[in-house]
Structure formats: C-alpha cells, structure tokens
C-alpha cells in the first residue's frame, strides 16, 4: 500500500509498506528487516500504528543489494559498497571523500571481474564433464555374450 507524504509538498515522495516493498524487489518481509537491522538499509519510518515506510530509494538499495548476494558479498562488503555509493550521492561530500569511495567501488569491480573470470573457467569445466557423459551415454554397451 502507497501512502503519501503528509505534508503534501511539491516533490514529496510515494512511501510503501514492507509488503509491497517485497512485491517490488522479490524479497521476502523478513530479509528486509533483516537488512534494516544490520544497518545495510536506513532505519525506516514508521506510521502512528507502528508500520514500516519505505520510499523509491529504499527499492534501489535493496536492488543493488540483490545483485550482490549471488556474488557471495559479506554483509560487511555489501554495506562498504552501499556507503561508497552513498558518499558519491552527497552532493555535500568532500573531494577526498568521494575520491575514496570511488576508490572502494573501483576495487570491489575488480574482484567481480575476478569472479566473472572464475565463472567462466568452471562453465568452461562443466561442459566439457557434460560432454564427455554424453559421449558415455552414447556407446553402445559390450555384448558380453559374444
């Protein structure tokens, strides 16, 4: 359910609650407390009731998030990535600040290279072990009475 902001502003946003939040990214209600709880998402606000609001930025987040977990980033990794692009976003950010995070983006896109490289090399090992089953399956067993 979409709610919106109360004070009516021009350009204020749409905020959700959790579920339709896991409708849009796929997750589950629990992994996005989850994540809240271990600070890689902001703490959300809450409804006079005690519901969770999420907004637009949210979403993203838990997006990027996303594409790190099948890449088997640490939790401590996901939030250095999460922050770096954080610092990036600040339009207040010092000059040395974003270099650094740019810095930590930089490194963390060489190591998914690293991981790309090695998905490569076991695709390439897999087919060729589903070749050679083939090859197998395809002989015509021995007649051992001849």
């Known amino acids: ?3 919106s902001n ?3 502003a ?3 946003t749409q905020r959700m609650h959790i579920g339709e939040v896991a409708e849009r990214t796929s997750l589950s209600l629990r992994t996005i407390r989850y994540y809240e709880e271990v600070g890689l998402l902001p703490v959300a606000e809450r409804t006079e009731g005690g519901f969770r609001l999420y907004n637009d930025d949210t979403i993203a987040r838990l997006l990027l998030i996303k594409q790190m977990k099948p890449l088997d980033f640490t939790l401590e990794e996901m939030g250095a990535v999460l922050r770096a692009c954080d610092q990036l976003a600040d339009p207040a950010a010092e000059v040395e600040d974003c270099a ?3 810095d930590v983006l930089l490194a963390f896109a ?3 290279r690293g991981k790309i ?4 090399s076991r695709i390439t090992e ?3 072990f589903a070749e050679m089953l083939d090859e197998r399956g395809a002989q015509r ?3 051992v009475l001849d």
């Open 10 to 12: 021009a350009g204020s």
């Open 100 to 102: 650094a995070a740019q």
């Open 141 to 143: 067993p021995h007649d």
């Open 117 to 120: 490289d090695a998905l490569r």
């Open 110 to 112: 060489e190591r998914v």
């Open 6 to 8: 109360s004070d009516g």
């Open 126 to 128: 897999a087919r060729a």
């Open 1 to 3: 359910m979409a709610v």
